[in-house]
């Protein structure tokens, strides 16, 4: 039986490291923001390489979903997807979210803007992702009955054994411990906008241990913060290990 897995997050989070554990496993594959090259093509939001990622990139969202939907790559028998949740547009047809697991991942989001504001200087609260994931979680448990896997950075930093073992029970796939560590460098699954944003994952090896950021917060995003906060916390308290 094959098991796919759409992990919505939002920017300036642990989802590439998160990809890196899930393709470090034998029996998955993986894909790396399968939307965006359609998002930009669409928005014309200014992000470091959008020309050349809308040319390099699949732009439209059937063949995109249809990619998703269809043979998984390798043959395997786990498909791990990782999604900005604010790429999949509200034009998007939405049925065929009924044919994979959908996840969420958050994350603080102080700690959020103020790693995201160093490279998108005005943020909206669109860009974090955060109202998508809140309308899809929705969206998901209504059509199932089940509330979706809510993973948060910090507790799977702080443990991501624990976290990792409770994400994989629910969806029911085995936890292995291949999932903990993964060589260095980058993927022939990374988007072309890996040049731009990956450079720290490249080095990584395993989780990095979670410490606190002690960098100061833009006061004028402040505004900002308690819209996000409010879309957080509903996201939050359902999240696995409390």
Not at 20 to 25: A, I, K, V
Not at 152 to 165: C, I, M, T
Not at 173 to 181: I, K, N, R
Request: charged share 25%.
């Amino acid at each position: 039986m094959t098991v796919r897995i759409a992990m919505w997050s939002g920017p300036r989070n642990i989802s590439t490291a998160l990809m890196r554990s899930w393709g470090n496993r034998p029996d998955t594959a993986v894909c790396d923001e399968p939307f965006y090259a359609h998002y930009l093509a669409e928005t014309g939001r200014d992000h470091p390489g959008a020309a050349e990622i809308v040319d390099h990139h699949e732009t439209d969202p059937r063949t995109v979903i249809a990619g998703l939907t269809g043979a998984v790559p390798g043959a395997r028998t786990i498909f791990y997807q990782k999604h900005m949740a604010q790429h999949l547009l509200e034009d998007v047809d939405r049925g065929w979210l009924d044919e994979v697991t959908s996840c969420f991942l958050v994350r603080d989001p102080r700690e959020m803007l103020t790693s995201l504001e160093k490279n998108v200087p005005e943020p909206t609260l669109q860009d974090t992702g955060l109202p998508r994931q809140v309308e899809l979680f929705e969206h998901v448990r209504r059509r199932t009955g089940v509330t979706p896997a809510v993973l948060d950075a910090r507790d799977v930093l702080e443990d991501p054994r624990r976290l990792l073992g409770l994400l994989c029970d629910t969806i029911g796939v085995e936890f292995t411990e291949a999932m903990l560590s993964w060589p260095p460098g980058r993927r022939t699954t990374d988007g072309i906008w890996a040049k731009h944003w990956y450079d720290a994952v490249e080095r990584s090896t395993s989780f990095k241990r979670y410490r606190p950021s002690h960098d100061p917060f833009p006061r004028r995003l402040t505004g900002l913060y308690e819209q996000c906060a409010a879309h957080y916390r509903a996201l939050y308290e359902h999240r696995l290990g409390q």
